[in-house]
């Protein structure tokens, strides 16, 4: 299986400020990759898709980067609501796996 | 509007069965893929299940043999079909629509324990 390892696992941010999180690939995966937005007790939420395309109705200072191995989610400017974990998620090669998880939480 | 909604939930004993439904709206769940992925409580995601526009169909190694995923068209239903339920299958089950997952449903949780 294909492990994915994002980092950190936490984060403390505040309101206004740039948050980036990693999630590298134990073998490559082309841009086969996806990041979602989970908020307690509810569904997570597709952001990117294909590592870059910023998927309809999500805000643009959500972005995505990378292929091969590393890549990244960037946020460019957090705001209230974006507090909550994020997962990548590779759909190179079955089974479909998932990172641990980035929890973001108000600092 | 597209929405996804899964029944069939709730408390079983070690080695029982449940089937979990997932009810379509806004498309037809023949014309994309669909998947269960679960959610052990406080933990990450985990992809369960797969089933392809053909037919075709992938089951992740931990419930290979024991879970099996199908449809209904004529009711554009999902299905997930799990027997010999171990406590470690105790999670929320998402049903979830394309690849990646762009729509998912609201979850229901199946707790498995004696």
């Known amino acids: 299986d294909i492990q994915l390892t994002q980092s950190p696992s936490f984060l403390s941010a505040s309101v206004g400020d740039r948050v980036t999180i990693t999630c590298r690939a134990s073998q490559g995966i082309d841009s086969y990759l996806a990041w979602y937005q989970q908020k307690p007790g509810k569904a997570p939420k597709l952001l990117i898709y294909?590592?870059?395309t910023l998927q309809s109705g999500v805000p643009s200072r959500f972005s995505g980067s990378g292929s091969g191995t590393e890549f990244t989610l960037t946020i460019s400017s957090l705001q209230p609501e974006d507090f909550a974990t994020y997962f990548c998620q590779q759909l190179h090669r079955y089974p479909w796996t998932f990172g641990q998880g980035t929890k973001v939480e108000i600092k | 509007e597209v929405q996804l909604v899964e029944s069939g939930g709730g408390l079983i004993q070690p080695g029982g069965s449940l089937r979990l439904s997932c009810a379509a709206s806004?498309?037809?769940?023949?014309?994309?893929?669909m998947n269960w992925v679960r959610q052990a409580p406080g933990r990450g995601l985990e992809f369960v299940s797969l089933?392809?526009?053909?037919?075709?169909?992938y089951h992740a190694d931990s419930v290979k043999g024991r879970f099996t995923i199908s449809r209904d068209n004529s009711k554009n239903m999902l299905y997930l079909q799990m027997n010999s339920l171990r406590t470690e299958d105790t999670a929320v089950y998402y049903c979830?629509?394309?690849?990646?997952?762009?729509?998912w449903g609201q979850g229901i949780l199946v707790t498995v324990s004696s």
């Open positions: 294909d590592a870059s």
């Open positions: 089933i392809h526009r053909d037919s075709g169909t």
């Open positions: 979830a629509r394309g690849a990646p997952f762009f729509f």
């Open positions: 806004g498309f037809t769940v023949s014309s994309d893929y």
